[in-house]
């Protein structure tokens, strides 16, 4: 409970101080203002699909439907995916941001964000499930 406490008040203050800088006309306070808001919310979502997404294929281990090399596989695939995706997702946002706000502030700052994050979240979580298969690949192959 303490934790959640400390936490909801970290993040009040963060949206607070950036709601101030953007008061001030500093545009990275939009920045620490949204993701202020929205960081904890998108983890802890990200948190409870991988958590969901591990019961239902344990479940279908304990059935005989998956052998515990694909249980394994794909609770490895979800964890990378699910990170990447989180991890794109800040990177494009950030990105998106500084382009958007070049371009147009304001109005571009909002729709920098809004498609640096997808893409940016698309991207790198397509990369890291391409590395982890090229990985597995390979030590099949050499039988380790």
């Not at 909801?8 to 101080?17: A, G, P």
């Not at 706000?101 to 964000?113: C, F, M, Q």
Request: charged content about 15%; hydrophobic content about 50%; overall charge positive.
């Amino acid at each position: 409970m303490l934790t959640l406490v400390v936490v909801c008040n970290k993040t009040l203050f963060n949206t607070l101080r950036g709601a101030r800088a953007v008061g001030q006309g500093i545009g990275h306070g939009m920045l620490v203002a949204g993701s202020s808001l929205v960081a904890p919310l998108a983890y802890t979502a990200a948190g409870l699909i991988y958590v969901a997404e591990t019961g239902i294929n344990y479940r279908k281990y304990k059935k005989g439907l998956i052998t515990k090399k694909e249980f394994k596989k794909r609770a490895l695939m979800g964890a990378v995916g699910k990170l990447s995706a989180i991890l794109g997702t800040s990177i494009g946002a950030a990105a998106g941001f500084a382009v958007g706000t070049a371009i147009a502030p304001g109005v571009g700052s909002i729709v920098g964000v809004v498609v640096g994050g997808v893409s940016g979240s698309l991207l790198l979580r397509a990369l890291a499930l391409k590395s982890i298969k090229k990985i597995d690949n390979y030590l099949v192959e050499r039988k380790f």
